[in-house]
Structures are given as structure tokens and as C-alpha cells.
């Protein structure tokens, strides 16, 4: 962040992403399209708010503990700025995602997670989505240097350009199609 210009200023001026410095009312009334609106809208369909993220512990450096809470609370902004659904497979894709964009440690660590994914879930991940997260993480500028609080307004397509990440494959819809798709079969064999 501190080879940032964004970055230094966001250092500085330590803003923090919590229900009381982001109303998701007054985000809600941003237009269709916009970053406030796109970033309100997951957080309703994915049952979230911006304060579920836990307050970071164990770090004695002040500035390195703001970068760590900063992180955790942009983290929405991503699964926003991406379409990426909360629930392990769409974590893991994030992670894949930050580590590649931020080099964090605990990104890289969080991909350990693969693991805990169904077999066709794991494949999908490093067919599809592994490709897709590195890519565009190691493409796109760093996000942890995006002043949210300043992009609300913006065009979230836009700022997506200006980054330089592309949307991946809708997952729940590719969930979705699957899970309809198992449903024929048994219905047939029935």
C-alpha cells in the first residue's frame, strides 16, 4: 500500500467499512449499475452486512493491524466487484483470487480449502476458476489500494475495466443448471 499514492492515502486517513460509516440504505439508493448499489445488493442477496467481519487480533503493529482489518473489510467490495457467492467454493476462488492480486499469506493459506470441496466442485475449481483467479488477480491492479468509500458512485463496470477484471462464470448459475440437470436424470430413472 505504501507504493500506492491511493494506498498511502487510504493509510493515512484509516477509513473503516462498518454499517456506520456505510449505511446500506443510502447505499441501496444509488443507481442501478453503480459500485454502492452492486455492493449493496450482494450483501442482501448473500445475507451479510459490512460488520461480519471480526476485528483483527494478534497483530502489534498498528499500521500492519489497520492493513489486516482494511483487507478483511474490503472483502465484500470483491465478491461484489466479482459475483462470487459466499459458500466454500466461491471462498476458495476469491482467495485464489486476493493471493494472486496481494501476495498475502493468509489468502494463499485460506486456498487450502480446496480440500473441503466435492469432488466435481474441485474440478470445476481447477479447470475454471483457478485459471480465471490467477489471471485476472495477477492482471488487475492491487484492490487493496481502492478507496470503496470514493467508488461508490462509479460505474461498476467501469471501475471492473479500469482494474482489469473480468466478471468469472456466474457460479451459482452454474450450480444452479447443474443441480436442475441431476434432477431430470433422477426424475427420468424414476
Known amino acids: 500500500m505504501l507504493s500506492d499514492p491511493t494506498g498511502r492515502r487510504i493509510l493515512r486517513d484509516r477509513p473503516r467499512i462498518t454499517s456506520a460509516t456505510m449505511s446500506l440504505e443510502h447505499l441501496r439508493a444509488f443507481p442501478p449499475g453503480s459500485v454502492g448499489r452492486e455492493y449493496a445488493s450482494w450483501l442482501d442477496r448473500e445475507g451479510v452486512s459490512p460488520?461480519?467481519?471480526?476485528?483483527?487480533?494478534?497483530?502489534?503493529?498498528?499500521?500492519?493491524?489497520?492493513?489486516?482489518?482494511?483487507?478483511?473489510?474490503?472483502?465484500?467490495?470483491?465478491?461484489?466487484?466479482?459475483?462470487?457467492?459466499?459458500?466454500?467454493?466461491?471462498?476458495?476462488?476469491?482467495?485464489a483470487f486476493e493471493f494472486a492480486?496481494?501476495?498475502?499469506?493468509?489468502?494463499?493459506?485460506?486456498?487450502?480449502?480446496?480440500?473441503?470441496?466435492?469432488?466435481?466442485?474441485?474440478?470445476?475449481f481447477w479447470l475454471v476458476y483457478l485459471p480465471w483467479a490467477l489471471e485476472n488477480g495477477l492482471r488487475a491492479k492491487e484492490v487493496i489500494n481502492v478507496y470503496w468509500e470514493e467508488e461508490l458512485e462509479r460505474?461498476?463496470?467501469?471501475?471492473?475495466?479500469?482494474?482489469?477484471?473480468?466478471k468469472p462464470v456466474d457460479l451459482r448459475a452454474i450450480r444452479k443448471m447443474i443441480r436442475a440437470r441431476k434432477k431430470a436424470e433422477r426424475e427420468r430413472r424414476v
Open 51 to 95: 460488520d461480519t467481519r471480526d476485528k483483527v487480533m494478534y497483530v502489534d503493529d498498528e499500521e500492519c493491524a489497520y492493513v489486516m482489518q482494511r483487507y478483511r473489510e474490503c472483502h465484500d467490495f470483491y465478491h461484489a466487484l466479482t459475483g462470487l457467492p459466499v459458500m466454500v467454493e466461491g471462498e476458495v476462488v476469491l482467495k
Open 101 to 124: 492480486n496481494t501476495l498475502l499469506p493468509m489468502a494463499g493459506l485460506s486456498m487450502f480449502a480446496v480440500t473441503r470441496l466435492k469432488p466435481d466442485e474441485r474440478e470445476r
Open 155 to 166: 460505474d461498476v463496470e467501469d471501475l471492473r475495466s479500469e482494474l482489469g477484471i473480468e
